[in-house]
């Protein structure tokens, strides 16, 4: 099973990112997703979740009505759209899947979520 988060990079504060998840190994449309960000010298966070049929969403409020995520391909389970970037976003992005099929309960805590990838960096300059 792999994971692999893509599209960071170095931006301006204002600009826009799209962040991929590259997937393999496991039925990842059947799983809920997750974005979390670990920012240096702090812990994990949870910044955005999506159900496997893509009809729940939660965002954390630090990124709400900035950040959009939404599902793809099996290749491409998750994306997410992230505009209005600010400084405080810079932070290594993680994606994620709770592995429990078709599970009706979308969690917030990393540690729900079993199956990890290599993350992105993203850099917001002021």
């Known amino acids: 099973v792999q994971l692999q988060a893509s599209g960071g990079g170095l931006v301006q504060a204002g600009s826009s990112l799209r962040l991929s998840c590259e997937a393999s190994?496991?039925?990842?449309?059947?799983?809920?997703m997750g974005w979390f960000r670990q920012a240096p010298g702090k812990e994990r966070e949870f910044v955005a979740t999506?159900?496997?049929?893509?009809?729940?969403?939660y965002f954390a409020d630090s990124v709400k009505g900035r950040f959009a995520i939404s599902r793809g391909s099996a290749k491409n389970p998750v994306y997410l759209q992230m505009n209005s970037l600010k400084p405080e976003d810079t932070a290594v992005y993680y994606c994620a899947a709770d592995s429990t099929p078709y599970k009706l309960l979308v969690e917030r805590s990393p540690g729900a979520y079993d199956y990890w990838g290599q993350g992105t960096l993203v850099t917001v300059s002021s």
């Open positions: 999506i159900s496997w049929s893509a009809g729940t969403t």
């Open positions: 190994g496991a039925p990842f449309s059947r799983f809920n």
